[in-house]
């Protein structure tokens, strides 16, 4: 089998009626990561196809992988994967084609490679599980109220947690975390995400209040190069604190939060870390040293189908995360992940990812075919 062309088309969704566009971190509009896209379909000569659609990046993306890894793909076996990322990386030395493309394309060969043998993506992985027990992902609400009406939603709905995705405003996301956990009880899980906005002084004051109040992780308190400041954070507090999410490197660059515990959880997808290849050696790598990885997710529901894949050829992953709510992150698939009654979300069924393209959704808000 071999590669004969690579199809980029960029599409731009309209925001789903009634919804606003979302913000994160200190008002920050996230209205790109919603509605702009770029689909991948690598096609062969036996007829078989890989399909994907990105996280974000839409047209410049799509300009990124023709201008540099199209040419490289054309002719290949998509068998030889490994190799094929190997030679994808080493071009991003030179090139700059970013571990974004690399891990849009990787994914889209893996689904072409496990359509070519009928199996599912996570059974090709080496199958641990076929559900996964799933948490609500908050955005950022204009106010406490708004925060804990959704995590109430949540645990009714009987999802396994809530992870609030706070202000980045130290002493206002504490009143936040407080008033959440009297809502949902003392035993529920709950999670934060700061994504970098906080210093030394308020990360340290908030992981404290967080312990008392007994929440599950603690989630990027600083940006995620501050290696020393991680250590710090790690030596002096018990709750578990997630990180590495974007660092750059891809698994390379991982093994000094593992080895120096600057973390607790490694944070990693298929998007930001390259590619499927290097999601599962990173889990290894923090199997190896007793240490769980948990998977972002993202904005659509075909890129978050081939995460939940890998979580479930993992054995050190705890949960899938669903961003919340749904509409606004479930866009871009015929169908949407199911998440069951008791929380789990189920991973998808048939050959490859499973998850399918809307293709009539994409031809019509296309933007362009490169």
């Known amino acids: 089998m071999k590669i004969t062309d690579v199809k980029l088309t960029s599409f731009r969704p309209p925001m789903p009626e009634g919804f606003q566009v979302p913000t994160l971190y200190g008002g920050q509009s996230i209205g790109a990561y919603v509605t702009d896209f ?5 096609n062969t000569d036996e007829g078989v196809s890989g399909e994907v659609v990105s996280a974000y990046g839409g047209l410049s993306l799509a300009h990124s992988i023709a201008d540099r890894l ?3 793909l054309i002719g290949k076996d998509p068998a030889y994967r490994e190799a094929i ?3 994808m990386w080493r071009r991003d030395r030179l090139l700059y084609t970013t571990q974004f493309a690399i891990g849009t394309v990787d994914v889209a060969l893996w689904d072409l490679y496990a359509k070519s043998v009928d199996a599912p993506l996570y059974q090709l992985l080496g199958g641990v599980r076929d559900k996964v027990p799933v948490y609500a992902s908050s955005m950022e609400h204009a106010n406490v109220d708004l925060f804990v009406e959704e995590a109430l939603k949540y645990k009714e709905l009987g999802y396994q947690g809530y992870k609030l995705h706070v202000w980045g405003d130290a002493r206002r996301d504490i009143d936040l975390c407080i008033a959440v956990r009297e809502a949902v009880g003392k035993e529920w899980p709950l999670m934060i995400d700061v994504a970098g906005n906080y210093n030394h002084a308020q990360a340290l004051m908030v992981g404290k209040v967080l312990e008392e109040l007994k929440y ?7 940006r ?15 709750i578990q604190i997630a990180g590495v999410e974007v660092v750059g490197g891809s698994m390379y660059t991982t093994p000094e939060y593992i080895t120096t515990r600057a973390v607790d959880i ?3 997808d298929v998007s930001f870390k390259g590619g499927i290849g290097p999601v599962k050696k990173i889990a290894g790598l923090c199997e190896a040293f007793g240490m769980n990885l948990e998977i972002h997710t993202n904005a659509n529901t075909i890129i978050d189908a081939a995460n939940l894949h890998v979580i479930a050829s993992i054995a050190n992953t705890e949960y899938f995360e669903q961003l919340v709510p749904e509409p606004l992150f479930t866009l871009a698939g015929v169908e949407k992940i ?5 929380g789990f979300a189920h991973v998808p069924p048939g050959p490859g990812i499973g998850a399918r393209i809307d293709w009539d959704l994409v031809e019509r808000y296309k933007v362009a075919e490169i």
């Open 224 to 238: 995620d190069f501050d290696l020393h400041g991680y250590r710090m954070l790690a030596d002096k507090l018990d």
């Open 70 to 72: 199209r040419p490289l």
């Open 216 to 222: 599950h992780w603690y989630e990027e308190p600083l």
């Open 38 to 42: 770029l689909a991948v379909q690598i």
């Open 266 to 268: 490694v944070r990693a």
């Open 85 to 87: 990322w190997q030679d």
């Open 338 to 342: 199911h998440i069951d009654k008791e």
